[in-house]
Nanobody, 123 residues
Framework: QVQMAESGGRVVRAGGGLRLSCIVS????????WAWFRQAPGREREFVAA????????NYADAVKGRFTISRDNAKNTVYLQMNNLLPEDSAVYYC????????????????WGLGTQVTVSS
């Protein structure tokens, strides 16, 4: 049974940085690309960043390109999101999930989610 546990979110001032972690239980972590998504109040969940199974390839949403860095440690079953130069519009609950490419987009591979971690950026 795969479970995702996100952590690292907190209140931070605009311009600051945070590192989020997602620890994945189960033995399937290394088989998948993994990604971060986020959901702000009143908005749909949106893709943020993805990393290949090896960690060698990454993709980012335009809104975070140049500010966020996704990485993974397969020995620790963990995917990270380093967020720098945070903006108030980055405020959201952040989630991780395995992903697959579909019609030019990364879509979640599992139909369940962890609890997420809240990031709040104050102006």
């Amino acid at each position: 049974q795969v479970q995702m546990a996100e952590s690292g979110g907190r209140v931070v001032r605009a311009g600051g940085g945070l590192r989020l972690s997602c620890i994945v239980s189960g033995s399937t972590f290394n088989r998948y690309p993994w990604a971060w998504f986020r959901q702000a109040p009143g908005r749909e969940r949106e893709f943020v960043a993805a990393v290949s199974w090896s960690g060698g390839n990454t993709n980012y949403a335009d809104a975070v390109k140049g500010r966020f860095t996704i990485s993974r440690d397969n020995a620790k079953n963990t995917v990270y999101l380093q967020m720098n130069n945070l903006l108030p519009e980055d405020s959201a609950v952040y989630y991780c999930n395995a992903v697959r490419p579909e019609n030019g987009r990364w879509v979640p591979d599992f139909d369940f989610w962890g609890l997420g971690t809240q990031v709040t950026v104050s102006s």
